[in-house]
Each structure stands twice: as C-alpha cells, then as structure tokens.
C-alpha cells in the first residue's frame, strides 16, 4: 500500500517532468549486467508504450528518442521496468478486473465523444453536421439519373466513361444484328417475353409453371444463339487474318524477287568491271581443291615392291631359260638352296645367337669351313646375279652362305631386297621372320667385325640403315636381343680387373647407341649403356697402341652423349685424367722432352684396329701417338667444359685438369691448347657459394573448410534437439508464467486492499457523520430535558 | 713325422700333406718352425711353399678358438669361410702349448720376405685366422705397422689387423689417423677391397672421441675422390660421408654454411695438406658430392639429392652399398620394363654408323 502511494506520486511527479522535457535518468537507479552477446531471436527487453512513461524515457534514452520508436528498453532500470508491469496490468488486468461481474459493455460511438480536446459545444455542431449531411445524401440520390454511382453501363463502367472510349470498343459488334437485337428487345427486355406471355395467356394460374420452364428455354436458346454468332465471328476474322498474311507474304516474296532482278539487270547494263575484280570474283568462286590420286598407303607400295621383284626375277628366270644361262647366272639360286644337312645347322642354332659375337672359338673353324665351301662353289661375285626374290634365312648357317664373296653394297642390296620382299604389312607373319633375320644379321656382322675388323666397317657403314629398320620391326624380341647382348658384354668387361677392348664391343656399342640414341632419355638400355661404358672406361687395359685407341672412341661415345644428356659422368673424367696423366710422366721423363708437331689431329677408324693403310702397325704407343691421344683428350675436355660449368665442383675438378694440361704441354700445338684450355675454364668459371640446405617453401595457410556431413541425417538429431529446446523453453515459460501469475495476484490483491481501505474510509467517514449527528441530536436532546426540568421547577 | 727329419724330403712331404692336417699338431708346428728356421732363403724363394706354410698356420684349430672368437666381438663378414674347419687335432694336446708353438711358427714366418700375392693373402686373413690363435698378439704389431707403412694395398690390408690390436689389445699407435687419411686416394675407390676397406673405416669414424678435424679432412677428401669415382662406388661414398656428418653435427656446416653468403672463388680446403688440422677442410663445403645430383645414374642421383635438404635423423646402413658392383646395377637398369618403342619417323632420322654426332665426326675418319 504505502509503495504504490509512493509511485503514484512518482508517477505524478514524472508526469510534471515530462511535461517540462526536463527529465534524465538517474544513474544511482540504473542497475545493469553488461550483455556480451547479442542473442538472435531474443527480444531487446519488455517495452510498452503507454504514453507518459514513452515520452519520459524518450527523453532520456537520446538515441532510441532519435530512432522515435515506441518500444523502450527497460532492461537495467527496475523503477521503470516495475512501473512499465504495473502499467500494463492497469490496462489488461485491472480492467478484466473491473468487469469481472459484467455480461455486457456499451461502445460509445458518439461522434467527438472520446476526444478529449473537443468542447462540449463542437462535438454538438460536429453531430449535427453529420446528421444534415446523412439527410441531403439521400435526397440526391433519389432524384438523379445520371449518379456517378450509377453502374448500369457495360463491363461496370459508368455510362460516361463507356461512351468516352465507344468508338475504340468493339467498332463492328452491332453491324449484322440490328434486326435481331430489335426483336430480341421488343420480345425480352425489362421483361417483354414473360409479360407478352402474361398478357396473352388468361388462365395465368394453370399455366404459371409451363410458362416458367418456357422462359427457362428460351433462355437457353439465347445463350446458345449469341454463343454461335461469336463463335462465326471469330471464324471469319480467322480466315480474313490468314488471308492477309498469305497476301503479305506473297507481296514480300515478289519485292524481294523483283529487287533481286532489278539488281542483276543492272549489273549486266553496267561497264565491264576491271580485270582486278573479276580475278577476285574468280577467286571467291574457284574451287578451293581438286580431285586427285590418293597417296599409297604403305601396304600397297610394299605390294608394289614386292611385285616388282617378283617380275624381275621372273624374267631374270626366262633369261636363264633362253639360253643366256652361263655358270654365273645360275649360282645365285644354287646358293639359296641349303648346302648343309638340317642337323648340323639345328645343333648351332641356340648357342650362336647367345654367344656368338664374342666367343668365338666353337665356331671359328665352322666359318672357315663354309667360306672354303663357299669359295669352291664361286671363285667371282657378280653383282648382276643377285636374285631379286631372296627368302629370309631361316638359319644361321644359311646367312653365312648368302653373304660370302659379297661386297659390302652386293650384301646391302641382298638385305634390303630380302626386306622389301618380306615387307611386315604384307603378312603379320614376316615380322617373325625378320625378327630371326635381324638376329642372325647382327650376329653376322658381330662375328665379323671380330674376324675382319676393318673390313667390316664397310659392311656397318652400308648396312646400318637397315639394321635400325629392321631393330624397328622387331620391336620387343629385338630389344630384348640387343639386351642380352649387352648383358653378355657386362659379364665381360666386370669380371676382369683389366679388359681389352675387343672390336665387335666397340661397333656394337656404337649400334646401341644408334639404337636407344641420347636424345630419347631415360630408356632404361641407355642408363644401363653409361654404366657400361663407364666401367670400361675404368676397367680398360691401356698397355697396346689399338687398346688406348680403342678406349679414346669409347671415351667419345661417352662425351656424346654427356653432350646431350648433360649428365655428369665422373668416368669419363677418370679416364681423361688417367690419360693425361700417363702423357704427362711420358713427357716428363728426359728423352722426350721436344716432339714434332702433330700432322693431324683426328684418327682414322681403321687405327682402332691396330691396322693403318693396309698394313699392321705396331703395339706400343708411339711417342707422336701419345701426344695424339692427349690432344683428342683435351679435345674432349674442351667439350664436356662448357657442359659441366653449372656442377658446383666445377673450379675443383676443371682446375685440376687444367694444371694437369700445363704439366702435360710439351710441343708447340700442345702449349696452345693448354693455354687455350685455360682460357675456356676461366671462360666459364662462375662464382658459387657455400653449400646451404634448400630453403623449405612456407606452409601453406591451412584453410579450415568446414566439413559438411553429407550423410546427415537431420530428423534424428533436429527431432532431439527441438524436443530438448522445447522442454527449456517450457521450462523457462513456466518459471515466467508462474512469476507473472504472482505479480498479478499481488496486483490484484493491492487493488483489491486499496479499494477496501477506500470503502473503510467512506464508512467510517458515515460513521462519524451519524455519530455526529446521533451526538448533537443527544446533546439537543438532553438540553429540551433541562429546560423541561427547569421549567416544571 | 719320422720322414720329416730327413732334410731331402721334407719339402716334398710338406707339399704332400692334407692341408687340414689330421695328425696331432704340436709336432707339426715344431718341425715347421725348424723347417722355416733352416730353408729361410729356400723357402722365399718358392711362393707355393710360402702358402703352403700359410694354409698350415691358417688351419691349425685352438681348442679356445670359440673363446677368442666370443671375445672377438666384431667379425668381418666378409671373412666367414674359415669357420667350418674341424677342430679334431687339437683333442689331445692343450691349448696352451698349440698356442706357443704356433706363436713360434708365425713369428718364424712373418719374418720372412713373402712374394706379394703371399703378402697380401697374409693380410687378407690375419686378423681372423692368426690372430686370435697366438699367444701374445702384440707380437704381430711390428709386422703390422711395416705393413701400413708401405702404402698402397698392402696397408689398406693390414688396417684390419691394426684395428684389432688397437681395440682389444692396448697397442698404442700415434698417428694412427693421419696415416689413415694418407691413405684415401683415388685407388680406395677403384680397389678390389673396397668394401673392407669402408667396412673397416666405418668403424674407425664411429668413435665419437674423434677430432671434428679429423672427420672434416676425411669427408672432404672422400668428396674431392668422388669426383672420379666409378658410379658403383658413389652410393657407398655418399652414404658413408652422410653418416659422417650425421655423427658430427659439427660437419654440418660442410652442407650447410648460414653464416657467410658471399661468393667464394677458391676451395679453401688444400688436398696437397698432409696435416688434417692444417687442411682447412672445416672451412670448405662439399661441392664435389652435390655435383653428383646431376650424375647419369639415377640411383646415385636419388641419394645425392638427399644433401641438399635437411638430413634424415638415422644413419644410412652403409653394408646396403658396400657391395655394389656396375654389373648389379646394369642388371637393374636392365630389369626395369621398357616403355613403348617410338617409331622413327624416316630414314634420314637414322644416323648412319660414323656420323651426325660432333665428337664422333670430329675425332674419327672413316
């Protein structure tokens, strides 16, 4: 009681302040906790907008007054926020309180009655108004015939607007049913046909219900009629509508052709045009490409060939049989026949293809054999007498035969027309046959460059072509030849601690590498090949003339291909080295300390075989020779330097080379070339720093994607979570119902005191009143006794 | 044993006595130490009884054999073959006295002027079959060192039975490490003992009481080897010299300098230094192994490529490598498969046999 006596004084002082727009805040009242966080979906605090409190905290809170909202964040102000509750109790609560005992309630409707502003006189004047004006609306309307209100016209429109727009509408609607419409007027409308029908019928009683279905029919038909007329009109706009689109294209049709004819007609009226335009014209106009024969595909031109031979052997044949036959004609079939029994060709076939080309012991004296066999049959070759269809050997043996007494170009045009006669896309088949052709060539010329090194030069020189070609055919079963090969040749040069370099190894490498060339890297054969050529380089045995030779052209193998591979071969330089080294105690040693200078400086293929000019030269290397090898040593170097000027030893290794050089000059050119040798390290030297670990590129930001469940399965854990938020939510509201319903109840009893107390007043105030007047009717009373008493005294 | 007392035959019998002599041995030995005692010039002379000798003295079983063989705790692997000879003759006699006859026969022999191949299959097996056997092991010392002296391959050999007299025996041998060091040249790398040689030096780098200099002279000098080392050697190489810097961390700074970034023209290491601590070795970085990153073998490459970022944690296990030879690694090369033959697209793509290279054409004349 005595709170609420304090706030409605509060209240009333307030009000007095919000009056004079005076009011702030107290800051002693402001009770907060600081939000951290905004909480979506959370509203901002209780707000009302009751009218005084509104203007008071406008007032104060600047900047929500600014925003001009109603809402007002009580949060933080309690005396405010418990008077913002009770105000809207007073509104909701005490008024439901009031009419607890009500059925009904009166709305007053008077005009101006809930104004506040108005006088007792303007609200009077204002009712009046309306009441007058209620009155002549009335009158108005009874009595005008063209109302704006009015909507008897068509589509709902007032008569004026529709004939403001009647020429545009619908300019042909009432052309063909004038008659129609006159009739259908007369009979039907403001009620024509059932009046008519009223009219003429008497008994209007017994009749009223056929009338009725009569007017229902007739209805009906009238629907149905004007349901056809549209019906036909929209017909015939059709028709009009297709026909003039039909005209239209007609006419464009024409123009255009009439336009395009009027054009060429003027063309041709017109001078000729220059030369220079008709060439473009004819140009524009030429045909871009003409029919022409088709290039052979390979498979014919290898048919092609193979007819070709096959012809000329045929006439190579009739030849013999006119007559022409002489001893030599006739040898080139004989020598195609097998001269040998199968077995003993059967039992070679194996083993020759393994080992052949380097061991050749078993088979030395076979060779021999067969040349003796071969000798006897032909004491001259002819080269005319090569048979143009030639079967690819099917033997070892059978090669040997077919290449004896053959001059390097007779065995080169034997092999290419045993290719071309047995082309691979002539049959699937020959590849096979080629495949063992290849074998047994490679395994000839291999035995042959051991036995007649020099010779056989020629026959690699005119033979490569079509060994590669062949290599190429065989594909798989060749490489895996050439492989064995190559492991057969390792076995050899690793097992020896000194390996004499024998020259079916050299034209062999040199094949291999023609085979795999350096440009295609990373075969595996090629790395393979280095190693090999690498480990001769160290292995090699450099006591003869031809040996150190021999290793100098495996040693330009190597720089060959270090020049396109531009790897580092630490073999090479061993060997250079060695080289240099050995030429260097040479020189130094006091008998030779002058030489003469060089009479060439590169070396002929046949010195690698230890024969120079026909004839046998000797094994030691001579002084002139040593120098020679140095040279081409140092010329080496000077090719691998520029390679290897990017190698970060490359100051230690080359300056080593480079005072080995100055120790080795001794002649005149020698000195150059040291000197120039210098000249070239120095060219290329480039500065280089101390060894650094390279430097690890940073991390990368790691970029946290969010990781989506794809699987999710949102009813489960959506359904507990609702229910979870759900019962807090409940929970809370519960809390909040539960406190609601008490402040109400408290209200409601203050209330309910205040209005007892209010009673007890006004009953005690009429008691005392009564009292009152009990006590002065008493005193009245007594005093007439006394004066009663007085007077009987 | 009677006709070994007639000086006429004893060569002969020598010659024609099974080589695990199956008799009782004491008399054996004696009658050799007389025998060598007595024919010293004949026998220097004749290589085949040198060995014979040689087969003798490597034959003879200690009955504690097993015991100097626990003791021995590291074996070269390379030398097991020796193992499986029988120990029957050693029944009846004690070990003790096999012991000092056996002492008296090497120390006769060793004294004696061997052909090189005796020499060096002295060498090769010393260690293992004569060593643990004799009495006082110190009594080889002498023989030893001459033999380190020589250089070459006779004192790659006898580092093996140093190292043992070193490690078990107390023998006290200064300089033990600049001789090591004299004796890395190019020939290491390209010797037939290669891999006993690195097996042994291995062991003599593990100890970590080794001076930083020391361990830098060597791996640098293995580097400035490696420049013309054969590519069958370069993976124990570079191992080897990882692991030396992995033992060290000191030696890190050859891989990886911070401090200086400036260009350096000249090596700062001398080679010709015979002195390690003079050399410079610590102030230089190992150029020459990294140049190997660009080597034509690919396996050398995946190795030498590992120098150029931070070094693993664990030591290479060097006896992976200790044996490769090029005829291993061609046979790998050559197992790998073959891609997809190109076809040459004409002939003139082909060269012919003498031409289109430069060096080819320009060195060689048909």
Redesign the interface.
């Known amino acids: 009681m005595k709170t609420e006596k304090r706030r409605s004084v509060s209240d009333a002082k307030s009000k007095r302040f919000g009056s004079t727009a005076q009011v702030r805040t107290n800051p002693f009242e402001l009770y907060l906790t600081k939000a951290k966080h905004n909480i979506t979906g959370r509203t901002a605090g209780k707000s009302f907008d009751s009218g005084n409190s509104t203007v008071k905290l406008k007032k104060g809170n600047k900047k929500q007054g600014a925003k001009g909202q109603t809402a007002i964040q009580t949060h933080g102000l309690r005396s405010v926020s418990r008077n913002v509750a009770v105000t809207n109790r007073k509104k909701t609560l005490l008024n439901e309180y009031n009419s607890r005992t009500k059925n009904n309630r009166l709305i007053d409707h008077r005009l101006g009655e809930k104004d506040t502003t108005m006088s007792v006189e303007d609200k009077m004047m204002e009712r009046m108004m309306f009441e007058r004006k209620q009155s002549t609306k009335v009158k108005r309307r009874q009595f005008n015939l063209n109302d704006d209100d009015d909507e008897d016209g068509s589509f709902g429109r007032t008569m004026a607007e529709a004939e403001r727009f009647e020429d545009q509408e619908m300019p042909e609607t009432d052309d063909t049913d004038d008659i129609l419409e006159e009739q259908f007027v007369s009979t039907h409308h403001f009620g024509g046909g059932l009046l008519k029908k009223v009219i003429n019928d008497d008994n209007r009683d017994a009749q009223q219900n056929d009338v009725r279905a009569d007017r229902k029919l007739q209805i009906e038909d009238i629907i149905a009629e004007s349901k056809q007329k549209k019906y036909n009109k929209q017909n015939e706009l059709d028709e009009v509508r297709d026909l003039t689109k039909s005209l239209d294209d007609k006419w464009k049709e024409a123009r255009v052709r009439s336009l395009v004819s009027s054009a060429f007609g003027e063309a041709v009226n017109d001078p000729p045009v220059e030369s220079y335009d008709n060439l473009v014209k004819m140009l524009q106009f030429d045909s871009k490409a003409k029919a022409s024969d088709r290039l052979k595909s390979e498979a014919e031109l290898a048919k092609d060939a193979r007819d070709a031979l096959e012809l000329a052997d045929k006439k190579r044949k009739m030849n013999r049989m006119d007559g022409n036959q002489d001893a030599t004609a006739s040898r080139g079939l004989e020598m195609l026949e097998p001269a040998f029994d199968e077995q003993e060709g059967d039992e070679d076939d194996d083993d020759e293809v393994e080992l052949q080309d380097i061991d050749l012991a078993d088979l030395q004296d076979d060779l021999v054999t067969v040349s003796k066999d071969a000798d006897k049959k032909e004491k001259t070759a002819d080269p005319s007498d090569i048979p143009f269809v030639i079967p690819a050997p099917a033997k070892r043996r059978e090669l040997d035969v077919l290449f004896a007494n053959r001059t390097p170009k007779e065995v080169h045009t034997i092999v290419s027309r045993i290719m071309s006669y047995h082309h691979v896309s002539l049959a699937e088949a020959n590849r096979e046959k080629l495949t063992t052709f290849y074998k047994f060539l490679l395994d000839f010329l291999l035995t042959k460059s051991d036995s007649e090194p020099v010779e056989a ?1 020629h026959l ?2 005119n033979l ?2 079509s060994l ?2 062949l290599f ?1 055919i065989s ?2 079963k060749g ?1 895996t030849f050439t ?1 064995e090969r ?2 057969v040749l ?2 050899l ?3 020896k ?1 000194k390996y004499r370099i024998v020259p079916s190894a050299i034209y062999f490498l ?2 291999v590498t ?1 085979c795999y ?1 350096w440009s ?1 890297e ?4 090629q ?2 090949l ?3 050529l ?2 001769i380089l ?1 292995n090699v045995d450099m006591s003869s003339r031809s040996s150190v030779l021999n290793a ?2 495996v040693a ?2 190597v ?5 396109v ?7 090479l ?2 060997f250079l ?1 060695k080289t240099l080294a050995n030429r260097e105690r040479q020189a130094a040693s006091p008998d030779q300390s002058t030489s003469p200078a060089l009479v060439s ?5 046949q010195e690698l075989f230890g024969c120079e000019g026909g004839e046998v030269k000797d094994k030691t290397l001579s002084r002139d020779d040593g120098q020679r090898v140095a040279h ?1 040593g140092i ?2 170097l000077e ?1 691998v330097v520029s390679v290897y000027a ?8 080359f300056g080593d080379f480079d005072e080995l050089i100055k120790k080795v000059k001794t002649g005149g050119a020698s000195a150059a070339q040291a000197e120039a040798f210098g000249r070239l390290v120095a060219l290329h ?1 480039q ?8 430097k ?1 590129p940073p991390a990368p930001l790691q970029l946290l994607e969010p990781r989506i469940d794809t699987k999710f399965d949102r009813s489960k854990s959506a359904k507990k979570t609702q229910v979870k938020r759900l019962l807090h939510d409940k929970k809370r509201s519960m809390k909040g119902a539960k406190r609601e319903l008490r402040r109400d109840n408290h209200f409601i009893s203050t209330v309910q005191l205040n209005e007892q107390l209010k009673k007890d007043a006004v009953r005690n105030k009429k008691v005392k009143e009564i009292f009152s007047n009990l006590y002065s009717q008493e005193s009245e009373h007594k005093r007439l006794q006394r004066l009663k008493a007085k007077s009987k005294i | 044993m009677g006709d070994k007392k007639e000086p006429v035959t004893e060569e002969s019998v020598l010659l024609e006595l099974p080589v695990p002599y199956d008799g009782p041995v004491i008399p054996l030995l004696r009658a050799l130490r007389s025998f060598i005692q007595k024919r010293e010039t004949f026998i220097e002379q004749d290589e085949d009884y040198q060995m014979r000798i040689l087969a003798f003295i490597h034959s003879v079983q200690v009955g504690a054999g097993k015991k100097s063989r626990s003791k021995g705790k590291k074996r070269s692997r390379l030398d097991t073959d020796g193992e499986d000879i029988e120990d029957e003759g050693a029944e009846g006699n004690t070990d003790g006295e096999i012991r000092t006859n056996l002492s008296h026969v090497v120390a006769e022999f060793l004294r004696l002027k061997f052909t090189r191949r005796v020499y060096v299959k002295t060498l090769l097996h010393l260690h293992d079959r004569i060593l643990p056997k004799v009495n006082k092991p110190l009594m080889l010392a002498d023989f030893l060192v001459s033999s380190f002296r020589m250089g070459g391959l006779i004192s790659l050999l006898s580092l093996n039975g140093l190292f043992v007299l070193m490690q078990k025996h107390h023998l006290d041998f200064p300089q033990f490490y600049e001789h090591f060091y004299s004796l890395l040249t190019v020939n290491v790398l390209h010797a037939k003992y290669r891999a006993r040689f690195f097996h042994l030096a291995d062991t003599f780098m593990g100890s970590s009481h080794i001076p930083l200099y020391t361990v830098a002279a060597v791996a640098k000098r293995l580097s400035r080897l490696s420049l013309y080392a054969p590519a069958e050697s370069l993976p124990l190489l570079l191992t080897f010299t990882m692991n030396l810097v992995l033992r060290h961390p000191g030696l890190l700074a050859l891989l990886n300098r911070t401090t200086e970034d400036e260009d350096i023209a000249h090596d700062p290491y001398l080679i010709e230094e015979s002195d390690m601590q003079k050399c410079r070795a610590l102030d230089s970085s190992l150029w020459e192994l990294k140049s190997h990153q660009s080597h034509h073998n690919p396996e050398v490459v995946k190795i030498a490529m590992m120098l150029s970022s931070e070094l693993p944690t664990i030591e290479f296990d060097i006896t992976e490598y200790l044996e490769t030879s090029t005829e291993e690694m061609i046979e790998q090369c050559l197992a790998k498969p073959f891609p997809e033959a190109e076809k040459r697209l004409k002939r003139s793509d082909m060269a012919s046999f003498l031409s289109r290279t430069p060096v080819l054409n320009e060195l060689w004349t048909a």
């Open positions: 030069l690699w020189n490569t072509f590669l070609e190429d594909q798989v490489a492989k190559l492991q390792t076995r040069v690793c097992r601690t040199r094949f023609l060339p295609k990373g075969h595996p054969v790395e393979a280095m190693l090999l690498g480990k160290v100098l052209f330009s193998l720089t060959d291909g270090v020049l591979t531009k790897k580092y071969c630490p073999e330089l061993f080295r400086n590169s070396f002929s293929f081409a010329a080496l090719k990017e190698l970060p030893a490359y100051t230690e290794l030297r500065p280089r720093k101390y060894l650094q670990f390279s690890k």
